[in-house]
T-cell receptor, first 112, second 115 residues
């Protein structure tokens, strides 16, 4: 599975959009981009995933560049409860290693 | 759906004791996983299963055993607890199918301390 690079930390004001970047320059054609977050020491929570097209759900939007080498997770109106560590992962739907590498992610702090 | 359910949530073990962490999912997922997460670190895969009766080692399997007799359940066994096994344990499950993505759903974690 391709390696990802994320900034270690970011801050965002409550009510503003939080834009979390992720680089995955070695991504393969059949690898999906996944975003998870972990609040305190809870189990990681699935947010969104995509392959080529931009995606949106009730939690967030995922913008993937045309060359697929980077993506941005957008939380449109961040709240204090969105303070968490956000992980970007690329992964094939089938086959490949089962070692889901979360890395250290981005620690997002939403400030009042 | 309850999702992925783990028990117990907290447990203190003495060195050399044995215990089983229980995990159950009600989403009819074929894949199930056990991860551990040490403080400030990412998740590391212990064991996984691709279906009932089939299990395989992950990155850090030593000191653990698993079984998968049903689709729903995937218990993790610690035979001789050691301080190095003090960690938070997460069970997870997913449906893996061709071209369907692979969203993994996690339980809330089991905090284990070995003293």
């Amino acid at each position: 599975d391709a390696k990802t690079t994320q900034p270690p930390s970011m801050d965002c004001a409550e009510g503003r959009a939080a834009n979390l970047p992720c680089n995955h320059s070695t991504i393969s054609g059949n690898e999906y981009v996944y975003w998870y977050r972990q609040i305190h020491s809870q189990g990681p929570q699935y947010i969104i995933h995509g392959l080529k097209n931009n995606e949106t759900n009730e939690m967030a939007s995922l913008i993937i560049t045309e060359d697929r080498k980077s993506s941005t997770l957008i939380l449109p109106h961040a709240t204090l409860r969105d303070t968490a560590v956000y992980y970007c992962i690329v992964r094939r739907p089938q086959g490949g290693s089962e070692k889901l590498v979360f890395g250290k992610g981005t620690k997002l702090t939403v400030n009042p | 759906n309850a999702g992925v359910t783990q028990t117990p949530k907290f447990r203190i073990l003495k060195i050399g004791q044995s215990m089983t962490l229980q995990c159950a999912q009600d989403m009819n997922h074929n894949y199930m996983y056990w991860y551990r997460q040490d403080p400030g670190m990412g998740l590391k895969l212990i064991y996984y299963s691709v279906g009932a009766g089939i299990t395989d080692k992950g990155e850090v399997p030593n000191g653990y055993n698993v079984s998968r007799s049903t689709t729903e359940d995937f218990p993790l066994r610690l035979e001789l607890a050691a301080p190095s096994q003090t960690s938070v344990y997460f069970c997870a499950s997913s449906y893996r199918g061709q071209n369907s993505g692979n969203t993994i759903y996690f339980g809330e974690g089991s905090w284990l301390t070995v003293v």
